[in-house]
C-alpha cells in the first residue's frame, strides 16, 4: 500500500485482557513510531525503532506494554492485562529515515477497554 | 520534555491571521508542524531544522529560533480548510520527538 496501514481500526476489550495492535509501515522505511491519543489530548510518545537497532522504550508508560518490530517491517505493540486508562488512539508513524524528517501516521487503532 | 503550545484555541473568522507558539524547555534538533482533523491521522506541514530559519507553504508559514528553543506557525488569510488542531513535534535528539498537546482553530464563514 502507499500509505501506514494499521489494524485492528477498532478493538474493544474487557479489563484485564490482552490485545495487540499491528502496523505496517511504509515500504523501505527504516523508523517506526508508536504514540499514543487520549481523547482531546495530543500525542504521547511510547516507542520508536530504528533499524535493527535496539528500540528506544522510554515513553512505555508501564511494563504492561511491549513491543518488537520483525524484519525491520511490520511492528506489533501489545499491551497486556489492558485497565481502563488504556483506552486511546494508538497511532503509528514511519519514516524514511534517509534525512527526509517527516513522519507519516497511520489511521490509528482505537482501544476502548470497559 | 514535552513541549508547551498556545493558545490551547482560537476561533477566527474567514480571513483572519492567527499564529500558533510552540515552546520547549530543552534544546531542539528540529521542529515539526502538523495538522489532525477530528477523526482523522495527524499531517505533516513543515519541518524547521536551523535556528531562524522560515519557510512557508501556501499561505501557511514557520518560524524557529534555535538560541530560545521557539517556533511559530503562522496561518495568514485562513479558509474554512484549515480548521483542525495543529501540533508541535519537537525533536530533542536525533529522531527523540515530543508532541506538544495541540492547539485547536476553528475557521468560521
Known amino acids: 500500500g502507499a500509505g501506514v496501514s494499521q489494524s485492528p481500526s477498532n478493538k474493544v476489550t474487557e479489563k484485564g485482557k490482552d490485545v495487540e495492535l499491528r502496523c505496517d509501515p511504509i515500504?523501505?522505511?527504516?523508523?517506526l513510531y508508536w504514540y499514543r491519543q487520549s481523547l482531546g489530548q495530543g500525542l504521547e510518545f511510547l516507542i520508536y525503532?530504528?533499524?535493527?537497532?535496539?528500540?528506544?522504550k522510554s515513553g512505555l508508560p508501564s511494563d504492561r506494554f511491549s513491543a518488537e518490530r520483525t524484519g525491520g517491517s511490520v511492528s506489533t505493540l501489545t499491551i497486556q492485562r489492558t485497565q481502563q486508562e488504556d483506552s486511546a488512539v494508538y497511532l503509528c508513524?514511519?519514516?524514511?529515515?534517509?534525512?527526509?524528517?517527516?513522519?507519516?501516521f497511520g489511521p490509528g487503532t482505537r482501544l476502548l477497554v470497559l | 520534555q514535552q513541549p508547551v503550545q498556545s493558545p490551547q484555541a482560537v476561533i477566527l473568522r474567514e480571513g483572519e491571521d492567527a499564529v500558533i507558539n510552540c515552546s520547549s524547555s530543552?534544546?531542539?534538533?528540529?521542529v515539526h508542524w502538523y495538522r489532525q482533523k477530528h477523526g482523522e491521522a495527524p499531517v505533516f506541514l513543515m519541518i524547521?531544522?536551523?535556528?531562524?530559519e522560515q519557510k512557508g507553504h501556501e499561505k501557511i508559514s514557520a518560524s524557529f529560533n534555535e538560541k530560545k528553543q521557539q517556533s511559530s506557525l503562522y496561518l495568514t488569510a485562513s479558509q474554512l480548510s484549515y480548521s483542525g488542531t495543529y501540533f508541535c513535534?519537537?525533536?530533542?535528539?536525533?529522531?527523540?520527538?515530543?508532541f506538544g498537546t495541540g492547539t485547536s482553530l476553528t475557521v468560521i464563514p
Open positions: 525503532f530504528q533499524g535493527n537497532s535496539a528500540p528506544d
Open positions: 524547521l531544522l536551523k535556528g531562524g
Open positions: 530543552k534544546a531542539l534538533y528540529s
Open positions: 513535534g519537537t525533536e530533542l535528539k536525533s529522531n527523540q520527538f515530543y
Open positions: 515500504s523501505g522505511h527504516t523508523a
Open positions: 508513524a514511519s519514516m524514511p529515515g534517509t534525512g527526509e524528517e517527516t513522519q507519516y
